[in-house]
């Protein structure tokens, strides 16, 4: 099935991480993506044997140290709606290729610059990662337990969750500005702003006087009883999040707890951590299947903590797709998912300059074997 982005060309810059994210995103929903590989310099594609976040691209490869090289990027820009770049903020600008530029030759492009530290601002031209971005925001000092040190999400929330995936909706609403009369423009992606918006519920509770400055002494963030993690008899995990009062209250029938006093004042905050001591014990008295036995599907609010070997052959996900094998290997599948307009099955990532014949022609270009010859693409 062709997508919802069907008939949208976007031009990618290889990179690794959230801008990559977001062509992925946008090839999973049916635009075209074009990445551009560099040779003649350092490949900044994540060297893997599998690479969901390259799938369902096309590549070409080209030297940017030739000017021959910058040309023909630049006419792949002009031939496209949109196009993402993750560099540091003026490398695109010595190359050539900067906004500026590529606007005046193609005045309706959507330029997505993904960065951690933004466009502007003291720190725009320093290196950052993930820890470093949501570390500035606030957004990892909420991540951990009560006395321990601040832990890392992996790199989800700044790489992934505010920025590619915030790229790929700046992306797309550029691209219907344009469609209903706007110009082009750049879009300032930065982590620290992404991250910072990923918490906007959380600044919300803090004004409210709802959450405390602290790590691990809130209703989500490990503090509270009723929503957490809890290791079972043969050393498995499990997740309730029973906030809501009746949620609350069925936790606690099938843990057998009713008549249990303690557990009346549920927002007691100064209880907490007596109450979570009790349910560390009752939640080893079963294994994980017996616990998903009793609880899973019903309103507790329970999950198993899953490996990411288990995740896939879950019955609910195994029942709505949300796995999917590309190239023999496990990937999970696109989304938000479209009644009409349905994301098809990926692609497997092309090798470095796989697609060049194919790009060229799309862009009225005869001469990929002079090219080729000349050292411009590979």
């Given amino acids: 099935m062709p997508g919802p982005l069907e008939g949208i060309r976007i031009m990618e810059f290889a990179g690794i991480g959230p ?46 140290k030739k000017t021959e090289g910058v040309a023909l990027a630049r006419d792949v820009a002009k031939s496209s709606d949109g196009l993402i770049e ?52 606030g957004a990892l000092h909420t991540c951990g337990r009560d006395g321990a040190p601040p832990t890392p999400p992996v790199n989800y929330l700044g790489d992934f969750g505010g920025g590619g995936m915030l790229l790929a909706f700046g992306m797309a609403a550029g691209l219907l500005a344009v469609k209903n ?24 509770m803090l004004a409210s006087g709802q959450w405390k400055d602290e790590r691990g002494a809130n209703w989500l963030d490990t503090g509270s009883h009723f929503y957490d993690a809890y290791e079972t008899k043969d050393g498995r995990w499990v997740s309730i999040g029973s906030i809501e009062p009746q949620f609350y209250g069925l936790l606690r029938d099938k843990l057998g707890l009713a008549e249990d006093p303690d557990f009346d004042a549920q927002l007691d905050r100064e209880a907490w951590p007596h109450l979570k001591e009790k349910l560390k014990s009752v939640f080893k ?75 060229l022609a799309s862009i009225g270009r005869k001469d990929a074997a002079a090219l080729r010859e000349a050292g411009v693409i590979g």
């Fill in 19 to 64: 801008a990559p994210f977001c062509g992925m995103m946008l090839a999973d929903h049916g635009a075209e993506v074009i990445r551009i590989d560099r040779i003649g310099g350092p490949q900044r594609s994540v060297d893997l044997l599998v690479n969901p976040l390259a799938r369902s691209h096309k590549s070409i490869a080209i030297d940017m």
């Fill in 285 to 359: 008295t079963k294994t994980r299947e017996e616990w998903c036995v009793l609880m899973e599907g019903s309103d507790v609010c329970f999950a198993p903590v899953l490996t990411l070997d288990e995740a896939p052959r879950h019955r609910h996900n195994a029942a709505r797709e949300t796995f999917v094998r590309v190239d023999g290997a496990v990937q999970p599948a696109p989304a938000p998912r479209y009644s009409a307009t349905p994301a098809g099955t990926p692609r497997a990532a092309p090798k470095a300059g796989a697609d060049a014949d194919a790009v």
């Fill in 181 to 204: 009369g706007a110009s082009g423009q750049v879009i300032d992606c930065a982590m620290t702003d992404g991250s910072a918006l990923l918490m906007a519920m959380t600044w919300g």
């Fill in 86 to 137: 993750g560099f540091r903020p003026g490398v695109m600008e010595r190359l050539g290729l900067g906004p500026d530029i590529l606007l005046k030759d193609n005045p309706k492009l959507v330029y997505g610059r993904m960065t951690g530290w933004g466009q502007t601002g003291p720190l725009a031209v320093a290196a950052g990662h993930d820890i470093n971005y949501i570390a500035l925001t």
